[in-house]
């Protein structure tokens, strides 16, 4: 696995654009989650938006095509928050601007897909999309709520 | 993730899912969950050995859920676990597929 830490507190992990690279990510949460004392509640919602975030981008940044990578960094602001970054060389596409599915009626109004951005965002504490010279870099905070932090926030440039 | 089931008394069959839900355990189960869904009307999934679900397990558990009440039928969840179930309801599906946590009380809406 292609990890390492720095001084910072950071710890990254490169992967290719494969769905099944992402199979890679959940023992990566699990050694942050031991190293940092991370509670439960955020190792599933960074499993979680990891997913969403990372499916999204393989199989519609990247068109499923194999042959790029992405980077997720893990930073420690050592007050109770945990930071993600995502970084791509995908299209610019931020999905903040993605709306919200309307609230199906029935059972039969369920849509089979559609869930993995308003999961990210109700998981995450905060989301900053920036656009970037050659990609994307998604920024997502999760909050140890036991901890005494600023409001949590929502924004994209 | 595995998948098992368990044809109990009422004609109702449980379905038992142990692992991940996520992109690599959903593509593991999902033939198999639609064939359950073709063959069987009243289907206890029980998800008491799942422990983590994304949007793709999401769709593991919708289509077939269609499916069965396409014919008639009725699928009910079981004994989620606290994150599980709180993915559950953040995308709506809780509130179109009921999810249990009494075995009976399980068995029982679908009687």
Redesign the interface.
Known sequence: MNTHATKTDEESLTLQSK??E??RV?PWIEKLTARHAIP??IQ?AM??CL??VL?NIIRHGYAAEPNHVLVIRHRNDRDGRFTLIVEDQSPAFNPLLVKNPA??H???E?S?????I??LK??ADSIDYEVLSNGNRMTIAFVDRDSARPAPRTTSR | MQISTEELEGGVTRVVLDG?L???GAQAIDLKMNVIAGSHKRVLLDMQKVS?I???G??TL??P??AI??RGGKLVLFGPNE?VES?LK????N???PIYHEFQSAVAALQ
Do not use: C, H, N, W
């Not at chain 1, 089979?112 to 993995?116: A, C, E, F, S």
């Not at chain 2, 953040?90 to 599906?93: L, T, W």
């Open positions: 769905l099944s992402i199979a959940p439960g509640r599933f499993d979680l997913e969403e499916s609230a199906p029935s059972l039969e369920i089979g897909g559609g869930y993995g308003p999961l109700q998981f | 991940r996520d992109i690599a983590f994304g949007s793709m999401l769709r919708v289509v859920a269609q009440k396409g994150m993915v953040a995308s709506a599906v509130t179109l597929i």
